[in-house]
């Protein structure tokens, strides 16, 4: 294997998810939902399957989604885009992030994330051959410090509503880190996957909508957790045309297009009226709640967004994971395996609380019978 690849190993979701279908202990360890999204919106995929759209898509996107994004992108941010030449869709939001780094940094350049962060942005920085900078997210209220560049600084990555920390930044945080990006001359690429699980009345702000961020920012989203279809990996990334460019230009040699059915039925779906994004948060708000709630004998903090919350387990969080699908039937994720500072999160165990209010239920009970 080559070194680049050290160290990679198996993913923890992977590992996780076979130790909960080994010992049958309810999973919310890997985050997706236990619910199938909206009906009109797996019947628009039956519906592309039968009507025949099931060759290669275009390069760039199936034309209806690239519209349907610039549409979406209009309606919640007021953002204008092109769908020719400034919307390009990928195989889930992964995707999308692999082929930004690799078409947006040079071997040796820094790539600087928030950290804990989701682990295919430092996989992806050390398979373009850059190397990952984490910028510490501090517990228990996971505020960042001063932003400071190092001499190679090249991109930021953003990720708010943040996995697995369930942040999401405010509007000052955001100024902060554009105020970084600009005085740098930095790149930032977002993963706003998680821009409509949002809480509480907050609101998920774009990091391109600030003054000055438009030119150089390169968003990316996908479906899987707007719509609950985590496995159709349908992405995009949207911005400035020359980044767009980029990102297509590695994309095309990564997996040229894919999943011709789910391209069509995310129009579909991202055409869905508001209230479907509004009542989807609150009933995952709802969950939240019940979840937070029945993990009352730790301490846990009411995530913003996402779908997850971290509770402080008051000991090391890791043996704690790995002993708990065998004392209590509980999948849970250590927190510190996002983290390069391990020892920075180490009590932090993060539940996904997007499953059915009767399995969280179940989970809670098993929770309060532990020793
Ligand atoms: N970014 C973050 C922060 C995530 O949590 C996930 C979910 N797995 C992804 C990206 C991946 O998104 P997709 O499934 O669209 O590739
Ligand atoms: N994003 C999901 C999580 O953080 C899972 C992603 C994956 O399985 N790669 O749990």
Not at 69 to 76: G, K, P, T, V, W
Not at 112 to 136: C, E, H, Q, R
Not at 228 to 233: A, C, E, L, N, R
Not at 326 to 354: N, W
Request: aromatic fraction near 8%; proline fraction near 7%; charged fraction near 20%.
């Amino acid at each position: 294997i080559a070194s680049r690849l050290a160290g990679f190993g198996t993913t923890i979701f992977t590992e996780m998810s076979a130790l909960a279908e080994q010992t049958g202990a309810i999973n919310l360890g890997q985050g997706f939902p236990d619910e199938d999204g909206p009906r009109a919106v797996l019947e628009a995929a039956h519906a592309a399957i039968r009507d025949g759209h099931n060759q290669y898509a275009p390069l760039p996107g199936v034309p209806a989604l690239r519209e349907a994004i610039a549409e979406h992108q209009q309606r919640f941010y007021g953002i204008e885009l092109d769908p020719a030449t400034q919307v390009q869709v990928t195989m889930g939001a992964t995707e999308a992030i692999a082929a930004a780094i690799l078409a947006l940094a040079e071997p040796g350049d820094d790539v600087l994330a928030f950290d804990p962060s989701y682990d295919s942005y430092s996989a992806a920085a050390k398979m373009t051959g850059a190397n990952f900078v984490p910028i510490p997210l501090n517990p228990p209220d996971f505020t960042f410090d001063e932003l400071k560049a190092t001499p190679n600084a090249r991109i930021l990555l953003v990720n708010s509503p943040h996995n697995p920390t369930g942040r999401v930044f405010t509007r000052e945080e955001l100024q902060r880190i554009a105020d970084f990006v600009i005085e740098h001359d930095l790149i930032a690429i977002t993963d706003e996957v998680y821009e409509h699980l949002v809480f509480d009345g907050l609101e998920h702000i774009p990091l391109s909508t600030l003054p000055g961020m438009a030119e150089r920012t390169l968003s990316i989203s996908s479906l899987g957790k707007t719509f609950s279809v985590t496995g159709w990996k349908v992405g995009w990334a949207t911005g400035p045309a020359p980044l767009v460019a980029a990102v297509r230009t590695a994309k095309q040699f990564l997996t040229f297009a894919g999943a011709t059915p789910f391209q069509h039925a995310g129009a579909a779906a991202l055409r869905l009226p508001t209230h479907f994004y509004t009542d989807f948060a609150a009933e995952l708000q709802a969950k939240r709640d019940h979840l937070c709630d029945a993990l009352s004998q730790f301490t846990v903090a009411r995530p913003q967004g996402t779908y997850f919350a971290n509770v402080d387990v008051g000991a090391d969080a890791t043996e704690f994971a790995r002993e708990l699908p065998h004392r209590a039937g509980v999948v849970a994720i250590p927190t510190a395996v996002f983290s390069t500072d391990r020892e920075r999160l180490k009590p932090y165990l993060r539940f996904a609380f997007c499953k059915r209010l009767s399995v969280i239920d179940e989970a809670a009970a098993r929770l309060h019978a532990l020793e």
